[in-house]
């Protein structure tokens, strides 16, 4: 019953590398999200999916690439991390949105970037 | 434009008393629909209740209860006699149909004291 999955947990880096987050759901939705959480700011949607091959911006997609090639996949890529991505990411997915659009989140993965 | 906005930062209460966390919404939709989550220190986020926008029935589960007014663009959440466990930070969360841009209000705080 493993649901939504992101790695790693933690990460640390130093400004100018790249990382990428993990992030795969075994409940077949076709909707998959990306969201940062900020003190005081809530969370805060980076890149969203509504299914293989399609893929948007959210409110704060700058520095952040995703690409949706399965189902069950979606990975975020920081090409160039700067400190101001230092935060909590969250991957979520939901069954289709709208009337069947509970979020499932990952645990979580706190990014460090010095 | 769509908002969230849940001006109660943090609430402290003591066990067995009774909590109300405020949620306000914008959107220019009628057809929408409002979600609470809760995050336990543990950072998971779960899902707590959905409500449509042509839903204004209260919902009651166990201590927990919706106050759903759209008359004042309200989705309120009552915890009814507090324990210790329900101590998490809350977020309410707007997404207008036929968009997949899930809006999170910027949380509060519940604190539960023994």
């Known amino acids: 019953n493993a649901g939504v999955t992101q790695t790693p947990k933690f990460q640390v880096l130093k400004t100018g590398q790249s990382m990428t987050l993990q992030c795969a759901q075994d409940?077949?939705?076709?909707?998959m999200s990306w969201y940062r959480q900020d003190p005081g700011m809530g969370l805060r949607l980076i890149h969203y999916?509504?299914?293989?091959?399609?893929?948007d911006q959210g409110e704060v997609p700058n520095g952040y690439n995703v690409s949706r090639s399965t189902t069950e996949d979606f990975p975020l890529r920081l090409l160039s991390a700067a400190p101001s991505q230092t935060s909590v990411y969250f991957c979520?997915?939901?069954?289709?949105?709208?009337?069947?659009?509970?979020?499932?989140f990952g645990e979580g993965s706190r990014l460090t970037v010095l | 434009a769509q908002k969230v906005t849940q001006a109660q930062t943090e609430i402290s209460v003591v066990e067995k008393e009774d909590v109300t966390l405020d949620c306000v919404y914008e959107?220019?939709?009628?057809?929408?629909?409002l979600f609470w989550y809760k995050q336990p220190p543990s950072g998971e986020l779960v899902f707590l209740i959905r409500?449509?926008?042509?839903?204004?029935q209260n919902e009651i589960s166990g201590r927990y209860s919706w106050n759903f007014q759209k008359s004042t663009s309200s989705f309120n959440f009552t915890i009814t006699a507090s324990q210790v466990v329900d101590s998490a930070v809350y977020f309410c969360a707007l997404l207008t149909s036929g968009t997949y841009k899930y809006i999170f209000g910027t949380g509060t705080r519940l604190k539960v004291l023994a």
């Open positions: 959107t220019r939709d009628t057809t929408y629909y």
């Open positions: 979520a997915s939901s069954y289709g949105g709208g009337a069947s659009g509970e979020l499932f």
């Open positions: 409500r449509n926008s042509f839903d204004e």
């Open positions: 999916s509504v299914g293989a091959g399609i893929t």
């Open positions: 409940m077949n939705h076709e909707y």
